[in-house]
T-cell receptor
C-alpha cells in the first residue's frame, strides 16, 4: 500500500462506547497529524506528532486520546464522546514539520 | 494570531471559463508556509501547492497558477479553462515553520458546469 490510509472509513458509536481510529502512512514521513472537519467549521488541527513525540495539542478535550507507537502509525482513541464530536477525522503526514501535505481519506464519525 | 480568510463561499462557472479563488491571511510571523488543497466529493484532501513566505515568485502548474502577494497578504489560486473535474472544495491554509499553528480557511466550493 502507498499513501495514507485510515480505518474505519465510517464509524457510528454511542456516547458510552470506546473506539479507536487508525492511521497508517507508508511514505517514510516523520510527522503525523490528526485534523477534525465539522460542517460549517474550518479544518481544525488537533494533534501533531514528530518522530513519535507529541509536539502539539490544540486544547483538545481529554475524551480524545492520541497514540503514536511508531512513525508510521497513529491512533485516536475515543471515549464518552458527545454528539457534537460527529465529524470527519482526517489523518495527514509530512516529511518535515511544515504542514500535513498528504491526507488520508478520513473517518466519518457519527456519535449518537 | 494566525487567520485565513476565503471570502468566496461558493463559485459556479461554466466549463472553459477561468476562475480565481481568493485567499487572504493574517500572521505575525515573518516566515511561514501557505498551502492550497483540493477536497473532491470523495472527501480526501489533495495537496496542490506549498509556498514559503520568502519566495514570492508566482507559480504555474498546467491549468493551475498561484499569485502570492506579500504586500496584500494574499495567495490567490487561478484555474484556467476550468473543467467539470475541477468541481471540489478548495482550502487555503497557513502554518508557522514549526507547524505549531496550522490554520485552514473555511473553503470555497467550486462548481464547474458542463
Amino acid at each position: 500500500e502507498t499513501g495514507v490510509t485510515q480505518t474505519p472509513r465510517h464509524l457510528v458509536m454511542g456516547m458510552t462506547n470506546k473506539k479507536s481510529l487508525k492511521c497508517e502512512q507508508h511514505l517514510g514521513h516523520n510527522a503525523m497529524y490528526w485534523y477534525k472537519q465539522s460542517a460549517k467549521k474550518p479544518l481544525e488541527l488537533m494533534f501533531v506528532y514528530n518522530f513519535k513525540e507529541q509536539t502539539e495539542n490544540n486544547s483538545v478535550p481529554s475524551r480524545f486520546s492520541p497514540e503514536c507507537p511508531n512513525s508510521s502509525h497513529l491512533f485516536l482513541h475515543l471515549h464518552t464522546l458527545q454528539p457534537e464530536d460527529s465529524a470527519l477525522y482526517l489523518c495527514a503526514s509530512s516529511h518535515e514539520l511544515a504542514g500535513g501535505e498528504f491526507f488520508g481519506p478520513g473517518t466519518r464519525l457519527t456519535v449518537l | 494570531a494566525q487567520k485565513v480568510t476565503q471570502a468566496q463561499t461558493e463559485i459556479s462557472v461554466v466549463e472553459k471559463e477561468d476562475v480565481t479563488l481568493d485567499c487572504v491571511y493574517e500572521t505575525r510571523d515573518t516566515t511561514y508556509y501557505l498551502f492550497w488543497y483540493k477536497q473532491p466529493p470523495s472527501g480526501e484532501l489533495v495537496f496542490l501547492i506549498r509556498r514559503n513566505s520568502f519566495d514570492e515568485q508566482n507559480e504555474i502548474s498546467g491549468r493551475y497558477s498561484w499569485n502570492f502577494q506579500k504586500s496584500t497578504s494574499s495567495f490567490n489560486f487561478t484555474i484556467t479553462a476550468s473543467q467539470v473535474v475541477d468541481s471540489a472544495v478548495y482550502f487555503c491554509a497557513l502554518s508557522a515553520l514549526n507547524n505549531n499553528d496550522m490554520r485552514f480557511g473555511a473553503g470555497t466550493r467550486l462548481t464547474v458546469k458542463p
